[in-house]
């Protein structure tokens, strides 16, 4: 029979399923290797197939992995909180969690079709109670943790506890707030519980602070930097303002420099560990004192004339020896002192500028390198150092949460500030830098040192830090200190789906649910809107109040909680005592190979690392690092295709006609002058009046009604019924109105795949005409895994060809399966042996694509061969089921083996001494023309090779007589006779 494609696929599918094929060990003596696929929020549109590429990857990976022995755990599951969802629920009413169970049917059916190995016995789903109740519970241990310097890891706050019942705050080395108290163990004792618990909230890892947030007023939620685009939401297109509010923070600064340097020790693409690197931002440096000069503070807008209490700026600069060249301050627009600090005849400017600030998003004031804005508060500070007074400004560059809100410009030595100096005119103080050039002209014996730059005139540059970090910290006015980039990741969202914080508020104070009581499950609302006074959803729910009194937390966990830990209960996925139990983590360790997206560097993949590390502290887990090594797979771009309207239209402007011209007819229009197009439309016998006016515009066309870039013109009328009375000029140039089917050509653009574009294609249309194993090949054969690349639908035909064509080596021209037990031949054994070491190599590199191209050439050699060997095909299915995997599971049982037990096969093992050449087809000329191939044993010597050739019948036809006078024979060749 035929390669039936559609009912070998939905065979084997329902035979993986009811026999849970691939469903992973929990322990095994086998060696354990762990895929995984950065799971997909199930959107209500489906896959398209973009979608798989990755996954595909994985399974072919996957499936490899068992073939060589191992005992693969490969998981899928789904992040199925999110704003997506509950944007719909706003818009139909509709409970997020419906919504979000369907979009899960679609994708599940669609990922079934495609043939992955996914051990579905252990589904996660981020929004499913049984799995946010982990997610909860991990938010409490860092509630309940601490980051001891000391031992460079988190420790349960029960230790801070002890130290300072102990000494006090003497011994204790954390990471935690700027204003944490200074007190005596005599002191902690006579604190009372509320004043205990405002001084712990200081070092736990998770706490509440007021932030500088993207808030969207439309959305009625904080966005998080990748959320926004130009000041507006990426979703909805929402204005987006920057606003201060009550927040919770992680501390995942406390783990900058293990999340620096744990980057060595991966292998991920460099360019993500680059991102990441610039993200954390590690800078070595100083932190110094400006005091505010409160000479210009001595009358308050109140008309106070008593002067304000002597404040300090503190600046973190990587270059305090460049101190003699401060000309001015800037401090951020959100920053806590503006108001304070700002004199009463610069308010206004200072409100208006700070107005402005508000629209942009954090990421477009970070890139705008080109633009120079600021306000002057009328305040000046005095610099530690020279003592000189400089004034003080804002500017929307400087932002609040990045070190201490406020830089110091020093013009000489840095282009923005040198641009914000000269647009404000402001003093530009000239100093010679020891680590940049020096004006060696001014003064050739003072190379690589300062000059006429204060006290450290004539020092080096490592001797200048040294002596001004020295010199601060003796006078208080600073100190050398690390600092990062990188700031507290915020977590809450003021929205419904996502995670409920596990927390109540008493008087105030933020306190832990019991862990009994988790999960703390979402109430049922009236709507998914903020409350009418701006409160969040949650603010909505009736009797949703804790036993102890007081009010649940109001925001929700942001998307990416529940993300970053997801992997471990894919470990031990129905375990209702543990996130995972200690055997599974001690088994499975960490994700061997990683494949998503790359777009998730700086936020998915960093706070997943943190959450690792937090949880490898406690104790829970083992690793250091999740994912040893990640691959970044590229995006497969739309191939839209375009229909040129020429639209008729009257005096009036009111479209008459509409005619549609193919590809090659519309850039023969578009090069013509107007007299040549006048006369090209009467060759096409398109009607119009010298009256009429022409215009003529591509529009996109859905691409699953074009074939190989010809439009199916019935299909088109149907799909856009405004345009069934159009008419059509063909590719030869005649009207449809006089020729019935002529030929339409689209034109082709590669744009990103979008529905707006009509050009996503939808693979379940796919599967359906050419199967899932035609579909899985050629999304390989594309190009390599982590390049993007444009999707074709024209080539796919040439993959379906290949597998018929392999389906017909195990057949006869009756379509009857027929195969040999005779031994193999050495042709077949070397093209064999050829393509176990090719997909061997391949795979192995990840370079998928090359194994199809190889895979073809292996089959036209077998084909050639007139193979039918069954030893030869048994192991050709084998080598080709990762990528093909329900054609090769047919084809097993069929050549007698059990079912189902190929996932578990053993790859064939690649022998080298097949490969080596002991014969060669010897070119055989006479008297110079080529006649006759001869196949010889390469060990053969002249005398031998003379002897067989005369022997041979097709070699004396040639002669026809002739007697032979000279044999040339080069080993390894040629043979040429003269004759």
């Avoid at 959305?219 to 987006?240: C, H, I, Q, Y």
């Avoid at 005095?382 to 804002?394: A, D, F, H, M, T």
């Avoid at 497969?636 to 375009?642: P, V, Y």
Wanted: proline share 4%; hydrophobic share 35%; with cysteine.
């Amino acid at each position: 029979m035929d390669y039936q494609f559609k009912e070998i696929e939905q065979k084997w599918q329902k035979f993986w399923a009811d026999h849970q094929t691939f469903k992973a060990e929990s322990n095994s003596e086998k060696p354990k290797y762990y895929v995984l696929d950065m799971f997909p929020y199930p959107s209500g549109a489906g896959l398209h197939v973009g979608h798989p590429l990755g996954y595909i990857a994985s399974d072919i990976f996957s499936r490899y992995k068992r073939l060589k022995g191992f005992n693969v755990l490969h998981p899928m599951g789904y992040d199925s909180f999110g704003l997506p969802a509950e944007q719909y629920a706003i818009q139909t009413g509709q409970h997020p969690a419906i919504t979000t169970e369907a979009n899960i049917a679609t994708y599940r059916r669609q990922l079934d079709q495609i043939g992955f190995s996914f051990d579905w016995s252990r589904e996660v789903r981020t929004s499913e109670p049984s799995y946010y109740k982990w997610t909860q519970w991990i938010f409490m241990q860092l509630f309940n943790s601490w980051y001891n310097i000391e031992n460079d890891r988190a420790e349960d706050i029960s230790t801070l506890i002890e130290k300072f019942n102990a000494s006090g705050t003497a011994d204790v080395k954390a990471v935690c707030d700027d204003d944490t108290r200074v007190f005596l163990p005599s002191d902690w004792a006579t604190f009372t519980e509320e004043e205990k618990q405002i001084e712990l909230l200081k070092y736990r890892l998770t706490y509440l602070r007021e932030s500088t947030v993207n808030w969207c007023p439309a959305l009625g939620t904080v966005l998080a930097n990748d959320e926004v685009k130009d000041g507006f939401s990426e979703r909805g297109g929402f204005p987006v303002e920057q606003k201060k509010m009550m927040q919770w923070s992680m501390r995942i600064t406390a783990y900058s420099d293990r999340l620096l340097q744990g980057l060595d020790t991966i292998d991920w693409p460099e360019p993500i560990k680059e991102m990441q690197r610039n993200w954390i931002g590690k800078s070595v440096g100083a932190s110094v004192k400006f005091a505010v000069d409160n000479s210009q503070l001595s009358v308050k807008e109140t008309g106070n004339s008593e002067p304000k209490t002597e404040k300090y700026i503190e600046v973190f600069t990587t270059r305090v020896d460049t101190i003699f060249g401060v000309s001015y301050l800037v401090l951020a627009p959100e920053h806590e002192w503006v108001a304070e600090l700002t004199t009463p005849e610069q308010k206004e400017e200072i409100e208006n500028y700070i107005a402005v600030t508000k629209k942009k998003s954090e990421l477009d004031r970070m890139a705008d390198t080109k633009t120079v804005s600021g306000a002057f508060t009328g305040t000046y500070v005095i610099n530690p150092v020279s003592g000189e007074r400089v004034q003080l400004w804002i500017a929307d560059y400087v932002l609040a949460g990045y070190g201490t809100g406020a830089v110091m410009g020093v013009p000489s030595g840095d282009q923005r500030d040198w641009l914000f100096a000269k647009h404000f005119n402001l003093p530009i103080v000239q100093i010679l830098d020891a680590q940049k050039d020096i004006d060696v002209q001014a003064d050739p014996t003072k190379e690589g040192r300062y000059i006429n730059s204060g006290f450290i005139n004539g020092m080096e540059y490592k001797e200048a830090v040294a002596f001004l970090n020295n010199w601060l910290e003796e006078r208080g006015a600073g100190k050398a200190k690390v600092n990062f980039r990188q700031r507290d990741a915020i977590f809450g969202r003021q929205r419904y789906w996502g995670e409920p914080i596990p927390v109540y508020f008493k008087d105030g104070l933020p306190y832990l649910v019991k862990e009994e009581e988790l999960p703390l499950l979402l109430p049922e609302i009236d709507k998914y809107l903020p409350t009418e006074s701006g409160g969040p959803p949650l603010a909505r729910a009736e009797n949703w109040l804790p036993a102890d009194g007081g009010h649940y937390e109001m925001s929700t966990m942001p998307g990416w909680a529940g993300s970053s830990w997801y992997w471990y209960r894919y470990m031990d996925a129905n375990n209702d005592a543990e996130f995972a139990s200690k055997e599974a983590v001690e088994y499975w360790k960490d994700v061997d190979l990683y494949i998503g997206g790359s777009e998730h560097a700086t936020g998915h993949l960093l706070y997943s690392r943190f959450w690792n590390k937090f949880l490898k502290d406690l104790g829970y887990t083992k690793e250091e690092e999740p994912f040893k090594k990640l691959i970044n797979q590229g995006m497969i771009q739309g191939r839209s295709n375009f229909v040129y309207r020429l639209s008729v239209n009257d005096s009036e402007g009111r479209i008459r006609d509409s005619y549609f011209l193919s590809h090659t007819i519309f850039q023969q229009y578009k090069k013509s002058s107007d007299t040549e197009k006048l006369e090209a439309l009467k060759l096409w016998f398109i009607d119009y009046n010298e009256t009429d006016n022409l215009s003529i515009v591509p529009l996109h066309v859905d691409v699953n009604i074009v074939n190989n870039d010809v439009l199916n013109i019935d299909k088109f009328k149907n799909w856009r019924s405004d345009f069934v009375d159009a008419k059509f000029i063909y590719e030869d140039g005649t009207n449809s109105k006089f020729v019935d089917n002529g030929l339409y050509i689209c034109g082709v653009e590669v744009e990103k795949m979008s529905k707006s574009k009509f050009n996503v294609v939808n693979p379940d249309d796919l599967i359906d005409r050419y199967g899932a194993d035609t579909l899985r090949m050629y999304e390989m054969f594309l190009g390599p895994l982590e390049q993007s690349k444009p999707w074709n639908t024209n080539g796919i035909e040439g993959v379906f060809k290949f597998l018929r064509k392999f389906w017909r080596l195990f057949h006869n021209e009756a379509w009857e399966f027929t195969v040999s037990d005779a031994e193999p031949t050495k042709a077949e054994l070397k093209s064999l042996h050829k393509i176990i070491k090719k997909v061997q190599d391949d795979i192995e590199r990840f370079s998928f694509n090359t194994s199809v191209s190889s895979f073809m050439i292996a089959v036209n050699e077998l084909t050639d061969l007139k193979c039918k060997n069954h030893q030869i095909l048994q192991d050709m299915v084998i080598i080709l089921s990762p990528y093909a995997p329900h054609i090769c599971e047919e084809l097993w049982v069929l050549l007698g083996n059990e079912a189902g037990t190929l996932s578990y096969a053993a790859f064939p093992t690649f022998k080298p001494e097949y490969l080596v050449e002991d014969e060669f087809a010897y070119p055989v000329s006479i008297n110079g023309k080529m006649k006759m191939n001869l196949n010889l044993s390469l060990t053969l010597a002249q005398p031998e090779v003379e002897s067989i050739l005369l022997a041979d019948e097709q070699f004396q036809k040639f002669l026809d007589g002739k007697p032979t006078k000279k044999i040339i024979f080069v080993k390894g060749k040629i043979i040429n006779v003269v004759v």
